[in-house]
């Protein structure tokens, strides 16, 4: 056998093994303990929901899983860019399901949040596929909210794609399963259904005050 082969193979196993490391690093999304402190409440994370909600977990196909990897690193990072999307089956009928991931920033929308979505939304419009939204977030992450609506690509978009998929025909579900502020309560009130998680999931739209006790300074 050529000895370079072997060199190519066993370098590729290399790389096999360590992408397979990395991706299980991403699937903790913000670590051990914030999972364990959403289990405590008796919260499911968001890869969990995906599965429990699918028809077979091994039938799914994850949608950019290393987004966000290093990037927000003064921030603590923002593994699979806050946001778990996959395409699987409900009931016989592929959807594609996007799923807040609570364990970063609780659920908080960075940049590449709105980007991923945006591109779960246009997957799903060209191959007419419904979306089921599994809620959980605090809204925009604060410290970097003037990098996220700027563009007519940023996090606007994505509620015209909202009306877009409604006038085409394309169901969109929201379910609420907690908290639901600002920005991110439009997504799942322009959703053709919202269902809310009693006792858990909750929508509030921002204002000044509401920027002033998350960040604890002053506001304008």
């Known amino acids: 056998m050529d000895i370079n082969f072997n060199k190519n193979e066993d370098h590729n196993k290399l790389l096999l093994s360590d992408l397979k ?11 051990k303990k914030r999972i364990e402190k959403l289990h405590s409440k008796g919260k499911m994370t968001a890869r969990e929901r995906i599965d429990y909600l699918v028809d077979n977990p091994e039938d799914c196909i994850e949608i950019a899983a290393f987004a966000g990897d290093g990037m927000y690193k003064e921030h603590g990072g923002c593994p699979s860019g806050g946001v778990v999307i996959k ?3 409900v009931k016989g009928r592929q959807v594609m399901v996007v799923a807040n991931d609570a ?29 089921i939204y599994l809620v959980d977030s605090a809204g925009v992450y ?10 007519k690509e940023h996090f606007g978009r994505i509620f015209r794609n909202n009306a877009v998929m409604s006038s085409m025909g394309i169901t969109q579900i929201a379910a609420v399963m907690g908290s639901c502020v600002a ?12 269902l809310i998680v009693d006792k858990t999931g909750s929508i509030f739209l921002a204002g000044s005050y509401l920027v002033k006790a998350a960040i604890g300074g002053k506001y304008r």
């Open 142 to 151: 604060l410290p970097m909210q003037d990098e996220i609506f700027p563009d």
């Open 21 to 31: 490391r990395r991706l299980g690093e991403v699937h903790l999304g913000g670590g």
């Open 87 to 89: 395409i699987g089956y």
């Open 183 to 194: 920005g991110g309560a439009y997504l799942p009130i322009m959703s053709d259904e919202a």
């Open 103 to 131: 364990t970063v920033k609780a659920g908080a929308w960075f940049p590449i949040t709105g980007k991923k979505n945006l591109r779960a939304q246009e997957i799903a419009m060209e191959n007419r596929l419904p979306i």
